[in-house]
Antibody
Framework: QITLKESGPTLVKPTQTLTLTCTFS??????????VGWIRQPPGKALEWLAL???????RYSPSLKSRLTITKDTSKNQVVLTMTNMDPVDTATYYC?????????????????WGKGTTVTVSS | QSVLTQPPSASGTPGQRVTISCSGS????????VHWYQHLPGTAPKLLIY???QRPSGVPDRFSGSKSGTSASLAISGLRSEDEAGYYC???????????FGGGTELTVL
């Protein structure tokens, strides 16, 4: 059974750096065809993807946020970490991590099949 | 504003069939698979349909998906009160290099 759980601060101040950890079980991020993605949902708004990391360490970032994001994986700890710099109140959202499944390096064919419950982050001074 | 366009709301009575649309462009729904998620506030989004029309194990066959051109649809037949939730479509976007989502459709069971 695949499970994922997001953790991190619930409140950050503007200009600070946010660090979120996705701790998962039931799969290995070193297995071909596996990835983990980060997605967020601001209050009352749509889902927005942030970053993806694949089994082969391929990384993808949302173009609009690329300069602020870093995604890394620690396969020994079964964790994926997302850092987002220069936080702003508009970054207030629920942040989700999700397991992705696909085939090899055909990254466009991957889809998110199991999600965590999300963690709410508020950006305020 | 979302890359994929969905109606903000839909409704139906128990037992009815409801369809939710998802419209994109050539770079996303027009050339890649469409996936559908069910989401209730405070819970993890649940995969309902993947690769246009495939159902994960455990998802009732009341849920079905289809795609034609740059548009996709999610159909829910035999509507039940527990189907009241938000529904989101998603697809890979070749230009953005990642997945894009619809704005979500809130389904009300009257």
């Amino acid at each position: 059974q695949i499970t994922l759980k997001e953790s991190g601060p619930t409140l950050v101040k503007p200009t600070q750096t946010l660090t979120l950890t996705c701790t998962f079980s039931g799969f290995s991020l070193s297995t071909s065809g596996v990835g983990v993605g980060w997605i967020r949902q601001p209050p009352g708004k749509a889902l927005e993807w942030l970053a993806l990391i694949y089994w082969d360490d391929e990384r993808r970032y949302s173009p609009s946020l690329k300069s602020r994001l870093t995604i890394t994986k620690d396969t020994s700890k079964n964790q994926v970490v997302l850092t987002m710099t220069n936080m702003d109140p508009v970054d207030t959202a629920t942040y989700y991590c999700a397991h992705m499944v696909g085939s090899g390096t055909y990254y466009y064919n991957y889809y998110m099949d199991v999600w965590g419950k999300g963690t709410t982050v508020t950006v305020s001074s | 504003q979302s890359v994929l366009t969905q109606p903000p709301s839909a409704s139906g009575t128990p037992g009815q069939r409801v369809t939710i649309s998802c419209s994109g462009s050539r770079s996303n729904t027009g050339s890649n698979y469409v996936h559908w998620y069910q989401h209730l506030p405070g819970t993890a989004p649940k995969l309902l349909i993947y690769r246009n029309n495939q159902r994960p194990s455990g998802v009732p066959d009341r849920f079905s998906g289809s795609k034609s051109g740059t548009s996709a649809s999610l159909a829910i037949s035999g509507l039940r009160s527990e189907d009241e939730a938000g529904y989101y479509c998603a697809a890979w976007d070749d230009i953005l290099g990642g997945p894009v989502f619809g704005g979500g459709t809130e389904l009300t069971v009257l």
